[in-house]
């Protein structure tokens, strides 16, 4: 077992019972430029015809596609927390940590510690795949589980520039409308992606919900959801 610290924030809490969005681009100082720092956090709910629930983990958010790819620290575990009652503490982790080219996972099982310290869950193994550089690794277990880490299109739209100029007050139009993705003429009238060929570090879960047990809580519909969140840890 190897302990673990909480170096870096959570991402946003989310339930899944829709697509969930996390959105916290450059996180704390100690953690930027590093596979430390949170970028995204995303659920899906299982599609229709799917007993399945996939979780994605966006990390390093400034890794652009005309320099070399970015890595993951091997002094970095990631923790997926899931809570099944709904009292806003984990009941389960899905754990990553890479090392000498492969990330490897463990869980879903329940932590030893809760909160900011832990330990790698070693004796609950859950799979392994090679780190992905240019062409997308995708391996699928035995169980059901298939499992990706590596760099991917930043999924974050943001238009930095027309940000700015609303808050100095220097657009009293305000935000621009989406434009049309595909097209490739200049207009001043829509928003423009600045994130647009950015890459994240991403590391990808879908499990079975059969290995993520049974929830008792429920939303302000009565749904049945799970409460999930996520951590970066260094190692002390």
Do not use: C
């Not at 809570?83 to 806003?88: A, R």
């Not at 070693?122 to 298939?146: C, Q």
């Amino acid at each position: 077992m190897k302990n673990k610290n909480l170096i870096t924030g959570l991402g946003v809490l989310s339930l899944i019972a829709a697509l969930l969005v996390a959105a916290d681009h450059i996180d704390a100082p100690d953690s930027m430029g590093t596979s430390a720092d949170i970028a995204d956090y995303y659920a899906f709910e299982p599609s229709l015809g799917s007993d399945n629930t996939v979780f994605a983990v966006d990390l390093q958010s400034n890794v652009l596609p005309d320099l070399a790819y970015g890595t993951f620290d091997e002094n970095v575990l990631t923790e997926i927390n899931i809570d099944t009652n709904g009292d806003l503490v984990e009941d389960l982790v899905i754990q990553a940590i890479p090392r000498d080219g492969k990330m490897y996972f463990f869980g879903p099982v329940a932590p030893t510690t809760t909160g900011t310290s832990g330990q790698v869950m070693v004796d609950s193994p859950l799979g392994s795949v090679d780190i992905s550089t240019d062409t997308a690794i995708v391996e699928t277990t035995s169980s059901g589980v298939s499992l990706f880490a590596g760099p991917r299109q930043d999924a974050f739209f943001f238009d930095f520039f027309q940000f700015n100029a609303v808050i100095g007050g220097m657009a009293p139009e305000g935000f621009k409308p989406a434009g049309d993705p595909n097209s490739t003429e200049d207009d001043d009238t829509t928003a423009v992606d600045t994130f647009d060929g950015a890459n994240t570090m991403s590391i990808v879960v879908e499990i079975p919900n059969t290995m993520l047990g049974e929830t008792t809580a429920t939303n302000a519909l009565g749904l049945t959801v799970y409460k999930t969140w996520v951590t970066t840890n260094a190692k002390q």
